[in-house]
């Protein structure tokens, strides 16, 4: 498989209710799209050092920070495709690079018993990273329910929708059922609004008129600090 993507882009978060995602649904319909993953399972794996040091470093909002996952799209099988995705934050604008492989490849790979499937500049990327990151392992498995979007004119323009967050530190695989300790309360929803330049007025617009603002949130780091009782202002301090 030699599946490859590369994004540059701001990526925007919001906290919203069901009810406002309804009314941000109206809004962007006649401009966007389902994309072809449309609502489906999100898995991850994220992976950091044994002391947590990509997560701790993450948390502290640094102007450059990077982290390494593996992804797939519903549960995974051992031949199923899953992406390895490698993504970087500099200045508040976001570079991802993922590479598909089978999730057999994938493991073994990031293990370090194996070479990618697939050469390429963004596996040497990675490669720098594994190397770099002493120790680096499976640390956290996240998953959650989302719905996704994209323009109907303007491909850099996505919006989405996550709900039902889970995490876990044991059964830290793709191909393990769907499980965890949720993030969000029932009520809550995680939209992203990932755009290469404005958001369209439209939807500015109306989520300016609903108040509704951005704020920063990060799956990977809530669920680190529910896992050690921390909150982001102790963590801060």
């Known amino acids: 498989m030699g599946y490859q993507d590369i994004f540059k882009r701001y990526e925007l978060k919001y906290m919203i209710t069901k009810d406002q995602k309804q009314k941000i649904l109206e809004t962007i319909d006649p401009f966007m799209k389902e994309d072809q993953y449309g609502r489906s399972t999100i898995c991850n794996i994220y992976y950091d050092t044994p002391d947590s040091l990509l ?35 500099y200045d508040g604008v ?5 590479v598909g492989m089978t ?36 640390a956290m498995y996240l998953s959650y329910e989302r719905e996704a979007f ?14 039902n967050i889970l995490w876990r530190e044991e059964d830290v695989s793709l191909c393990k059922p769907v499980y965890g300790t949720p993030i969000l309360e029932s009520n809550q929803v995680l939209m ?28 990977y780091g809530t669920a680190y600090l529910q896992k050690t009782g921390f909150s982001m202002i102790e963590y801060s301090a």
Not at 94 to 98: G, I
Not at 106 to 124: E, G, N, R, W
Not at 194 to 219: H, R, W
Request: aromatic letters at 12%; glycine letters at 4%.
């Open 150 to 163: 994209f323009g109907k004119t303007d491909d850099n323009l996505r919006i989405t929708f996550d709900e």
């Open 94 to 98: 976001v570079y991802k690079r993922r």
């Open 192 to 219: 992203e609004i990932k755009v290469a330049q404005a958001i369209p007025m439209e939807l500015s617009t109306m989520l300016s008129k609903e108040g509704i603002f951005k704020n920063s949130f990060s799956k």
């Open 103 to 138: 999730e057999k490849e994938a493991m073994a790979y990031l293990s370090k018993q194996a070479k990618a499937p697939v050469h390429s500049q963004i596996t040497d990327e990675i490669d720098y990273f594994l190397d770099f990151y002493e120790g680096i392992y499976p």
């Open 55 to 89: 997560i701790r470093r993450s948390l502290e909002k640094p102007f450059y920070k990077e982290k390494l996952r593996l992804r797939s799209y519903g549960v995974a099988g051992p031949d199923k495709q899953v992406f390895v995705e490698l993504k970087k934050k």
